[in-house]
């Protein structure tokens, strides 16, 4: 009976969330500000900060997995660093705000360069492969651009 309640849980949320991915692929600016949100890691992965420059709200902030408040320069800087060898987003969900404003939310699995991992290592920093990220997105002059991101780790309940 119990597995039979979780099967049907489990279903009726496969279908909210088909539904939802469906009233959002008809709204072209919630499939560009996701394509964003993945350009904004690709350009990280690729050591690319001009690419990444162009994506971020000159007035970008941010709150990093430690909750750490940064900015525009520490976000080229992590870019310029290397830090991110691989990632896989899913679950990306698009939500407008209004006219000139979405916020995305996705879910990430990380792998930092080892250089990072072996740095951490010393720091006895132990990386959360999993994080939830939301990403504000605002149009400026016709472009969307990043104005604030904020990664929250994602691990199992103690």
């Not at 919630?30 to 900060?49: P, T």
């Amino acid at each position: 009976m119990k597995s039979l309640f979780t099967l049907a849980a489990l279903g009726v949320l496969c279908a909210v969330s088909y539904a939802q991915g469906a009233r959002q692929s008809n709204d072209p600016d919630a499939q560009a500000v996701i394509g964003k949100s993945r350009a904004v890691l690709e350009a990280i992965k690729g050591k690319d900060a001009k690419s990444l420059g162009a994506l971020l709200a000159n007035d970008f902030r941010s709150i990093d997995l430690t909750g750490d408040f940064g900015g525009r320069q520490e976000m080229l800087g992590s870019a310029q660093e290397g830090f991110l060898k691989d990632f896989l987003l899913y679950n990306p969900q698009a939500f407008r705000i209004d006219n000139d404003s979405m916020l995305v939310s996705y879910n990430t699995a990380i792998t930092p360069a080892e250089a990072f991992q072996e740095e951490m290592s010393e720091d006895n920093v132990v990386w959360p492969r999993y994080s939830k990220v939301s990403d504000l997105w605002v149009r400026e002059g016709g472009e969307w651009k990043l104005k604030f991101e904020q990664t929250t780790p994602l691990r199992h309940i103690d």
